[in-house]
């Protein structure tokens, strides 16, 4: 992807150091955008104290519920997004955008912090325990207007600008599981699993876009994006062992990414 981009960039350069010629801006335009999606700060972090509690009367941790506030462990993800555009004086330019990303979730990792915490061993040592989690991606979807300034130079032009609307994500579902391997060598695998309605979550959603457009004709353009986007989701759980009450936790998603993406699109 970055090397494409950089072909890009490259090839865009050479066009405009060849062609000195400003190329006259449409008042409309609409593209089509697509990159990777940074997970950053909390929605990128593994919490292993959010999952556990200590036992003060035998020391010993317990599952505390996958919590995601300051734990979200969010995977680098891919995002894509179309864009429609007003050019309402020289230097400003309204926009409306749709705007979709997926991070699948460190399950491996997380896992991993269960079982460094977690006891591993029956108390008369019979028993092995291996614990894992697997979750749901994060799939979300926004709509959000936004206000740039744009900067021309010849048939080149930065925009950059604030945004905000609406996002929807997805339920964020997973399920414990915990494997019994006994010492005869049986293993039994048990699993706690939301059972209850799924709904989304919504929120208000912020971001910051900022774009380099290479006109490449006086309809055609192509270039780079950088777009930084941020919601809080809150949500509830429940989880359903079986034979002991349900497990109900309320939590928050800080859903935050950086997403750099390559543009093309059609002015008119």
Do not use: C
């Not at 130079?153 to 579902?173: H, M, R, T, W």
């Not at 912020?206 to 780079?224: A, L, T």
């Amino acid at each position: 992807m970055y090397q494409f981009i950089l072909l890009i960039i490259t090839l865009l350069t050479s066009f405009y150091l060849v062609n000195g010629q400003s190329i006259k801006q449409g008042k409309w335009d609409v593209s089509i955008k697509s990159g990777i999606s940074t997970a950053v700060g909390d929605f990128n972090k593994i919490s292993p104290e959010k999952v556990v509690y200590q036992d003060q009367n035998n020391n010993r941790y317990y599952f505390n519920g996958f919590l995601r506030d300051g734990n979200s462990a969010a995977l680098d993800g891919t995002y894509f997004s179309a864009e429609g555009s007003y050019l309402i004086g020289q230097h400003l330019k309204l926009s409306l955008q749709l705007f979709t990303s997926n991070n699948s979730v460190k399950t491996l990792e997380a896992s991993q912090s269960l079982n460094d915490f977690l006891p591993r061993k029956s108390f008369d040592n019979s028993v092995t325990y291996y614990y894992y989690l697997t979750a749901s991606r994060y799939s979300l979807l926004q709509s959000s207007f936004g206000i740039k300034y744009i900067k021309s130079f010849k048939n080149i032009s930065i925009e950059v600008g604030p945004s905000i609307g609406i996002a929807a994500l997805q339920f964020p579902d997973y399920a414990f599981n915990v494997d019994y391997q006994f010492s005869n060598g049986d293993i039994i695998t048990y699993s706690d699993k939301h059972t209850d309605e799924k709904p989304s979550s919504s929120s208000l959603v912020s971001g910051i876009q900022i774009k380099s457009i290479f006109n490449i004709s006086s309809k055609f353009f192509v270039g780079i994006e950088g777009y930084y986007s941020s919601a809080d989701f809150d949500y509830s759980i429940i989880l359903r062992p079986k034979g002991i009450n349900p497990f109900y936790s309320t939590d928050k998603i800080t859903y935050r990414t950086l997403n750099l993406g390559i543009v093309i699109g059609i002015k008119f």
